[in-house]
């Protein structure tokens, strides 16, 4: 088997993770067969249909979709077996977690998780083509703000539930970006297949244990088992996004080897994560009479918290210049410290519960683009524009 060229120092890698190597090598090269097959049966519907055909079949049943294609069902059948690994009280204590960590966890999931998903300069690649980040980036970071609400909630990857749907419906979106390129996009085989099974990997450990060490950078320093039960609540969460049973991490430390294996081989950020980390850190108000600087100039205190929670040497391979204001974000680590020691009595994290649920609403309902609502691209708006 030909490893596509972007798995760089596999040497290296050989010698200190053996034959995850070749397992990598394979994932690579694997899509989404269920959604990429319905995405296919599908191409004469309208994007919306499609979404309302997913919502339905999720909430009810196939049979309640006019002109169900066998691949809806078959993509439904696995989506709607749960697995036996499945600890439904772990993974809401996962999501409580989440939610505990209110504005402390929504500034790492921005500053550190989104922005390390950018710096992969093959996995960038699908997302430049897109064109989701630089055509809308307040709409795109509304929708990451809703499905990881709609995922990390109580109940909510319960049958029929709200994270459910966010999670399926964006593993179409996925699956449709990946479509679109094959048919008409120039597409190095180099990168693999567009977001294939070792990228949704690696976007589960974005959203998972590298958030969970933005939180530490930061002075809230999360319990072992609070750590466990929120891998557990990753590792179903991607089952229904379509990662295969075999890449998911079934505790923290698997994960920590995942991730050390994807830091060695991955290659250095290219010009493409230059671009998606200064449109997501320079991202301003939609009204150009609303803004306070020229656009595309990165404001100090954004600067400070990505360079604090990335390390200087990522933020200099991303072109985050250094900010006069990175000493005080360090002066916010013992208050966070403080806040994170009421948050481990059980009335204190309660209140940072209910904090957490205030908090997202607050952003879901105040972002410039208004309240998300996930949506399938008719074409593809970075080749347009790179065409124009």
Do not use: C
């Not at 509304?142 to 909510?156: C, I, K, L, M």
């Not at 996925?174 to 297949?193: F, N």
């Amino acid at each position: 088997m030909k490893i596509p060229e972007r798995m760089v120092n596999r040497g290296e890698a050989r010698r200190r993770f053996g034959d995850l190597v070749d397992r990598m090598g394979h994932w690579l090269q694997q899509g989404d067969p269920l959604a990429d097959e319905l995405i296919a049966a599908t191409r004469g519907w309208s994007r919306g249909r499609l979404l309302k055909a997913i919502d339905t079949a999720i909430r009810q049943s196939p049979d309640a979709v006019d002109g169900a294609p066998d691949e809806l069902y078959a993509l439904m059948e696995q989506v709607k077996t749960v697995p036996a690994w499945v600890d439904r009280e772990r993974i809401d204590d996962g999501a409580e977690f989440f939610l505990s960590t209110h504005l402390p966890g929504g500034i790492v999931l921005g500053a550190k998780s989104l922005i390390l998903g950018y710096a992969a300069p093959a996995g960038n690649k699908p997302l430049m083509l897109s064109g989701r980040l630089n055509e809308g980036t307040h709409g795109r970071l509304a929708e990451t703000s809703r499905f990881v609400y709609d995922v990390s909630q109580p109940g909510g990857l319960e049958p029929g539930a709200d994270g459910i749907v966010a999670a399926v419906t964006v593993r179409l979106i996925h699956a449709h970006v990946r479509d679109m390129i094959d048919r008409k996009a120039p597409w190095d085989d180099e990168w693999g297949v567009p977001i294939n099974q070792h990228d949704m990997l690696a976007t589960l450990l974005l959203f998972s244990n590298y958030w969970q060490d933005g939180l530490e950078t930061l002075g809230l320093s999360p319990k072992d088992q609070e750590k466990e039960d929120h891998i557990a609540l990753w590792r179903y969460v991607g089952y229904l996004m379509g990662v295969d049973p075999e890449l998911l991490p079934t505790h923290r430390a698997e994960a920590d080897r995942y991730a050390r294996f994807i830091e060695l081989t991955q290659a250095p950020p290219d010009d493409d994560a230059r671009t998606l980390t200064n449109a997501f850190l320079s991202a301003g108000p939609p009204n150009e009479e609303e803004r306070t600087r020229p656009e595309g100039e990165v404001a100090p205190l954004p600067r400070a918290v990505a360079r604090t929670l990335l390390g200087q040497q990522m933020g200099d391979q991303l072109g985050i210049a250094p900010s006069p204001l990175s000493p005080v974000v360090r002066l916010f680590k013992p208050v966070i410290a403080a806040t994170n020691s009421m948050r481990k009595t059980g009335p204190g994290f309660r209140a940072a519960v209910q904090a957490g649920h205030r908090y997202w609403q607050h952003v879901l309902h105040n972002n410039p683009a208004g309240l998300a609502e996930f949506t399938l691209h008719e074409e593809l708006l970075g080749l347009r524009q790179s065409a124009a």
